[in-house]
């Protein structure tokens, strides 16, 4: 019997600073999101970052928070209801962090029969720190509870037409109704030793703006290349002029060089330029989180406010809008049927 696990990033069970700190000591800790060896990762969560991180996190949750919970669990939750309207197989919810475990879901779906699991990672961009991290896991938890589990990996979706077709229309039909001048493409930081790490020919990924434009089997573990490669699709099918739009990487963390242009510094640079209106999409997210409601919604808008723009509008992300419900469902039953 085949049966379905979605997968998120997770969540702390509350905006408390202890269970922030919880949460934050699991993520940080792992060594595909913090690449160093052990002691010094260690040095670095545990000696340094959860003595003052968790109270600073704890605030901006406490700022986004919903009445039902945490907005990404809520949000997947809905997602996970619908999809399952959408296929006559079982599907499971998970979480890569938090008490939602993957190996719970997979449990879940062992004890309805299923013994085929398709896992999808809820990220569109193939990266170390995101569907990596959620892959190994998964493998390792099958070969120790679940042997007599098949388990099938759901690949980057990020240059799936109907995927670029569905976000596309999703930024269409919330712009109609945004006054804006400039449109920014904010994805999620990594640290570029990511990058070349993940180069599979060892030599193709030099990130200086050309290696992602030059074909290569790098890009399938690229994530700096599919980050530019969705916001190229998108302007494309939104027939967008090119000074009209732009790049950048947001959420960085500690010393390293990470991904370039940073969010925060292009907020400044555009307000700066003289632009008054803006808005940011994160085609990193699927759900909307603490990068999208707090970072870029509360405090993007505040830093792009006080070098002089009016006014930066956040949109939503894909959520449970039918169109990718619909997109997921078929994936799912086009899978079932052809394996």
């Not at 808005?279 to 999208?292: G, I, R």
Request: a neutral charge; one cysteine or more.
């Amino acid at each position: 019997m085949k049966g379905v696990l979605l997968v998120n990033l997770g969540s702390p069970e509350s905006t408390s600073p202890k269970d922030v700190k919880k949460y934050l000591d699991e993520f940080l800790m792992d060594p595909r999101v913090i690449d160093v060896n052990w002691l010094l990762r260690a040095f670095i969560v545990k000696g340094i970052v959860l003595h003052t991180r968790p109270k600073k996190s704890a605030a901006a949750y406490q700022k986004i928070w919903w009445k039902e919970g945490s907005p990404l669990i809520v949000i997947s939750e809905k997602l996970q209801d619908k999809v399952q309207q959408k296929t006559n197989i079982p599907v499971s919810l998970a979480m890569r962090y938090g008490n939602m475990t993957i190996q719970k879901g997979m449990q879940e779906l062992a004890d309805k029969g299923v013994n085929d699991i398709l896992l999808i990672p809820l990220y569109p961009q193939f990266a170390m720190a995101t569907t990596e991290t959620i892959t190994v896991l998964a493998d390792k938890i099958q070969k120790e509870h679940f042997l007599n589990i098949k388990l099938t990996h759901f690949p980057a979706f990020y240059n799936d037409e109907n995927y670029i077709e569905v976000l596309s229309n999703s930024i269409q039909k919330q712009l109609k109704s945004v006054d804006y001048d400039h449109l920014l493409f904010s994805y999620h930081g990594i640290p570029e030793r990511h990058i070349r790490k993940q180069d599979t020919t060892k030599s193709h990924c030099k990130i200086d703006g050309s290696c992602c434009n030059t074909p290569s089997v790098a890009h399938k573990t690229c994530y700096r290349h599919q980050c530019f490669e969705v916001t190229k699709k998108v302007a494309e099918k939104l027939k967008l002029k090119e000074d009209t739009y732009s790049t950048s990487f947001q959420s960085r963390l500690g010393m390293d060089q990470w991904l370039l242009p940073y969010t925060d510094r292009t907020i400044e640079r555009i307000g700066l330029n003289g632009t008054k209106k803006i808005a940011v999409v994160c085609p990193a997210f699927v759900s909307d989180c603490l990068e999208t409601l707090e970072e870029i919604a509360m405090e993007g808008k505040a830093l792009f406010q006080e070098v002089g723009g009016e006014n930066l509008t956040a949109l939503s992300c894909l959520n449970d809008d039918e169109n990718w419900v619909n997109l997921i469902g078929n994936w799912i039953n086009n899978w079932s049927k052809n394996n």
